[in-house]
Every structure is written in C-alpha cells, then in structure tokens.
T-cell receptor, first 113, second 112 residues
Framework: DTAVSQTPKYLVTQMGNDKSIKCEQN?????MYWYKQDSKKFLKIMFS???????INETVPNRFSPKSPDKAHLNLHINSLELGDSAVYFC????????????FGQGTRLTVV | SQQGEEDPQALSIQEGENATMNCSYK?????LQWYRQNSGRGLVHLIL?????REKHSGRLRVTLDTSKKSSSLLITASRAADTASYFCATDAEDSSYKLIFGSGTRLLVRP
C-alpha cells in the first residue's frame, strides 16, 4: 500500500482553468504538507496542516486553496491557473511536527499551457 | 529565505568511490534531515540528526552535524549506480516547527 498517494500524477491544462490535486495518507499522521518544486528542483513549502487545521500558509496566492476534510486527506485546489503555476507539487505527511521524518507522495506534474 | 545551501550542486563519481555532499544553513535548528529524490519521483527520507548529535550512521550513509559552523555533510560510502539521485538537506524553520526548509540539492551521478 502506498503511504502517501496523490492524484493525478500528470495534469496538463489551459490558463484560466481551475484544477484540483488530491492527497491521501494511510500512515495515521497528524501533519500534512504541500510543497512546490520548480524547474530548478527547488522545493518550497506552501501549506502545513495539523489535525485538519491550517498551520502554515507560506504567502501563497489566494488562488491556491487547500482543503482538509479529515486528518488523512489534504487536497489542493487551484483557481485561474497561470503559466507560472507549472511545477511539480508534492504532498507529504509526518507524525507530528518536523522533528520526525516526512513521507512524500510521488508528485503531480502540473503543466499550464 | 532559503535555509539550506548544498555544495556541490552536481557531483559525478565512479561506482565504488565515496560521495560527500555538504549543506549549510543560516539559523539555529532543532534537527536536520537528508532526503533522496530519484528522477521523476518523490523524496525519500534517509536520515535525521538532532542538534545535540554530531554524527549518525545508517548503512552506507554517514551524516555529521556541526552546529557551530551551521553545516552538515552526507557521506555515501562505496557508491553504487543506484545511488544516482538528487540529495537534499532539510531543516526545521526558526519561526515554525511545522515546515521543513529544503536546500537546493546536490545531483549525484554514479557512473557504472
């Protein structure tokens, strides 16, 4: 069983569209994250959730809205997609705070055309 | 601002050789972690070292931490072609325990 799974793996869409990426973890972790990896492989935190509550919003545009219906899920909805949103988005989870190892999903490669 | 900087950016070695990657960070930390990312895949946790530890081993991996110099190194001994990947260090942020700050990564190529 995959510990952290995100769907879809690839997403190609036109500018202006709205899209969602889903993430689920079956590890029983309390904390979940969304990271963005740009073309230079630089990873940047976007959001952190702990027990379904938003802890970190790292100055991400309002077009990005995370939703955590329960501890095991953290979905990412993006409105009005822009070319600059093209990147690989990773979901991750950890038992609690960053003092424990994080488990990453396989990533969603988003291409906005 | 980015917490960790890795050095070198890219490293190419022959199978069997040792690979050393360095990471520097800017602020005080509680722990430092190393991750591996194979091409097109997610990150995999390798090792976590706490601020009160100086050295840690896991199989062919050896990690050191020097908090006075705000630096860490990852040594992979007897490298294999399968070690080819990008390696990232990550630290907890000074202002929050709920985010990992990643370095820029070292791309390691192990030639068979």
């Amino acid at each position: 069983d995959t510990a952290v799974s995100q769907t879809p793996k690839y997403l190609v869409t036109q500018m202006g569209n709205d899209k969602s990426i889903k993430c689920e973890q079956n590890l029983g972790h309390d904390t979940m994250y969304w990271y963005k990896q740009d073309s230079k492989k630089f990873l940047k935190i976007m959001f952190s959730y702990n027990n379904k509550e938003l802890i970190i919003n790292e100055t991400v545009p309002n077009r990005f809205s995370p939703k955590s219906p329960d501890k095991a899920h953290l979905n990412l909805h993006i409105n009005s997609l822009e070319l600059g949103d093209s990147a690989v988005y990773f979901c991750a989870s950890s038992q609690d705070w960053v003092g424990s190892e994080a488990f990453f999903g396989q990533g969603t490669r988003l291409t906005v055309v | 601002s980015q917490q960790g900087e890795e050095d070198p950016q890219a490293l190419s070695i022959q199978e069997g050789e040792n690979a050393t990657m360095n990471c520097s960070y800017k602020t005080s930390i509680n722990n430092l972690q190393w991750y591996r990312q194979n091409s097109g895949r997610g990150l995999v946790h390798l090792i976590l070292i706490r601020s009160n530890e100086r050295e840690k081993h896991s199989g062919r991996l050896r990690v050191t931490l020097d908090t006075s110099k705000k630096s860490s190194s990852l040594l992979i001994t007897a490298s294999r072609a399968a070690d080819t990947a990008s390696y990232f260090c990550a630290t907890d942020a000074e202002d929050s325990s709920y985010k990992l700050i990643f370095g820029s990564g070292t791309r390691l190529l192990v030639r068979p």
